[in-house]
């Protein structure tokens, strides 16, 4: 069967210029109509798959190799992952969660244990000085895993 280039291209899922470039040892048995050039579909095919060529494409080795080593490359990962060296995203997002949780906590206690303190102090440098207190003492605890 005479076949175009263009055609060969839609049949093949390959670049034209690909396409060309497999068959530039190959002349067209004929030029079309449209001055397309043609050639024999069973001399063109086995030219761009490399059969009888020695490229091993159309055995399968070479995806096989890629997929061996995309499954090392998995299990490998799956292997840090369990020895902790490392951790997934979903438990990272889960303790940034979890603490942000507890510092949101911690800090909006502070008013509650202040403010009958506050309510009576008088001296600005003093009120400054229990906040600080209690704003340090929550972060500090914070860092201590409490």
Do not use: W
């Given at each position: 069967?005479?076949?175009?280039?263009?055609?060969?291209?839609?049949?093949?899922?390959?670049?034209?210029?690909?396409?060309?470039?497999?068959?530039?040892?190959?002349?067209?048995?004929?030029?079309?109509?449209?001055?397309?050039?043609?050639?024999?579909?069973?001399?063109?095919?086995?030219?761009?798959?490399?059969?009888?060529?020695?490229?091993?494409?159309?055995?399968?080795?070479?995806?096989?190799?890629?997929?061996?080593?995309?499954?090392?490359?998995?299990?490998?990962?799956?292997?840090?992952?369990?020895?902790?060296?490392?951790?997934?995203?979903?438990?990272?997002?889960?303790?940034?969660?979890?603490l942000g949780r507890r510092v949101?906590?911690?800090?909006?206690?502070?008013?509650?244990?202040?403010?009958?303190?506050?309510?009576?102090?008088?001296?600005?440098?003093?009120?400054?000085?229990?906040?600080?207190?209690?704003i340090t003492t929550a972060l500090?605890?914070?860092?201590?895993?409490?």
């Open positions: 069967m005479r076949i175009s280039l263009s055609k060969l291209c839609r049949l093949t899922g390959k670049s034209y210029r690909t396409i060309r470039a497999k068959l530039e040892t190959l002349p067209p048995v004929e030029i079309g109509k449209s001055g397309a050039h043609l050639h024999e579909s069973t001399q063109a095919l086995p030219m761009i798959y490399g059969i009888g060529t020695g490229d091993d494409r159309l055995d399968g080795s070479a995806e096989k190799a890629r997929l061996d080593q995309a499954r090392r490359v998995h299990q490998e990962l799956v292997n840090r992952e369990l020895e902790k060296s490392l951790i997934s995203r979903e438990a990272v997002n889960q303790e940034l969660f979890e949101r906590d911690s800090l909006l206690t502070i008013p509650d244990r202040v403010s009958p303190s506050l309510a009576v102090e008088v001296n600005p440098v003093r009120v400054h000085e229990i906040l600080l207190t209690e500090k605890d914070l860092t201590n895993g409490h």
